[in-house]
């Protein structure tokens, strides 16, 4: 077994590391390697130079691990000898010729693979391709993610069968964590990802291990960042347990294509389940915040994403608004709508 800890690239390959197999040993029990939650990587292995994330890599003989240095909420316990991943990734991706399809569809794998994740998750990859570009879109996905399960159609169902995929997996491992993501603005004419995309995959799984944590610690039963009275994620980004989507009931082909964000709800269409069986990944402050509406998660998107794309070179004077100046306005702005309603009724 080796271990290193530093900088990586988008492949998770090394760029400035340091060898601490020596200090993982301290961590380990049998086969289980068990790091506090409160470790500090940089005091416990030493640290290198260079701006970046940085991960403790742990190579077995069948396995690799990336664990990214982040504020964990319990401590990190991996079989280091499993055979089975528990986590299933499902991204559905819509090919459309008049955007830069290539460079979205590997910008997406990169992204994703450069948090970790891959190594410890099967990729479930569905394909719609109307235009014949399947034997290139088979291509690039094996060259970035070899061991990916492709699978392709060539009729437009919106995200139906990504969807089923999900269900179908939810059915076979009902104990597994199953990620959902998609190729959110490829029908915009985009030249490359769009900012929205790219804030929402980076936000909602980057720190991927430490949200499935807390799901779990909390009892969460999924958990994106903003969840909606319904029961679903806004903008269909989102974790789940397995146990969880296999009540939810089987997807139909549906012409409305915001079904399929609203299948996530359909475990509990009477909403039987408290509101607060999501975990919103966004937080206000101290502020408890069950769900959001429309209307909100995209003022609160917004606001986040301009925080996401700033940098310290392109600074300019301005208002900056906090989660909590935003949250309070949204409910001053609701107060006199509701106003407004009554005085015409009066009327």
């Avoid at 800890?5 to 590391?17: A, K, R, V």
């Avoid at 969807?163 to 004419?189: C, V």
């Avoid at 969840?227 to 347990?241: D, L, Q, T, V």
Wanted: with cysteine; glycine share 4%; net charge positive.
């Amino acid at each position: 077994m080796k271990a290193i800890f530093g900088i990586f690239n988008i492949d998770m390959l090394p760029f400035e590391t340091i060898d601490v197999s020596e200090k993982i040993n301290s961590y380990l029990n049998g086969n289980t390697l068990i790091l506090p939650k409160d470790l500090v990587f940089r005091k416990a292995f030493g640290d290198v130079f260079g701006r970046g994330k940085r991960y403790l890599q742990i190579t077995t003989a069948t396995q690799v691990f990336n664990i990214l240095e982040d504020k964990y909420v319990d401590n990190i316990v991996i079989n280091l000898s499993r055979a089975v991943n528990d986590i299933k990734i499902v991204y559905y991706f819509f090919t459309s010729p008049n955007s830069n399809w290539r460079a979205i569809l590997s910008g997406q794998l990169y992204h994703l693979k450069s948090f970790g994740i891959l190594s410890e998750a099967d990729l479930y990859l569905h394909v719609t391709d109307c235009n014949s570009f399947t034997e290139e879109i088979k291509d690039i996905i094996s060259k970035i993610v070899p061991n990916a399960v492709v699978s392709i159609s060539s009729i437009n169902q919106f995200e139906y069968p990504a969807i089923k995929i999900t269900h179908d997996l939810a059915l076979q491992y009902p104990e597994s964590t199953i990620l959902y993501f998609h190729s959110k603005g490829m029908t915009h004419n985009l030249h490359s990802r769009s900012l929205q995309e790219t804030f929402l995959l980076a936000s909602t799984f980057e720190n991927w291990r430490k949200n499935i944590q807390l799901m779990n610690k909390e009892n969460k039963q999924k958990a994106g960042l903003f969840s909606s009275k319904e029961g679903w994620i806004w903008y269909n980004f989102w974790y789940a347990k397995g146990s969880y989507l296999a009540k939810c009931s089987a997807p139909e082909i549906h012409d409305f294509r915001y079904y399929y964000e609203s299948w996530l709800g359909l475990a509990d269409p009477d909403r039987k389940l408290p509101i607060t069986d999501s975990l919103n990944l966004f937080k206000i402050g101290n502020l408890s915040k069950q769900y959001f509406t429309a209307v909100e998660a995209d003022v609160y998107k917004e606001n986040l994403m301009e925080k996401f794309f700033s940098h310290a070179e392109h600074k300019e004077f301005r208002i900056v608004r906090t989660p909590l100046m935003i949250y309070s306005q949204l409910k001053v702005d609701s107060f006199f709508k509701i106003f407004k309603r009554l005085i015409k009724k009066k009327k």
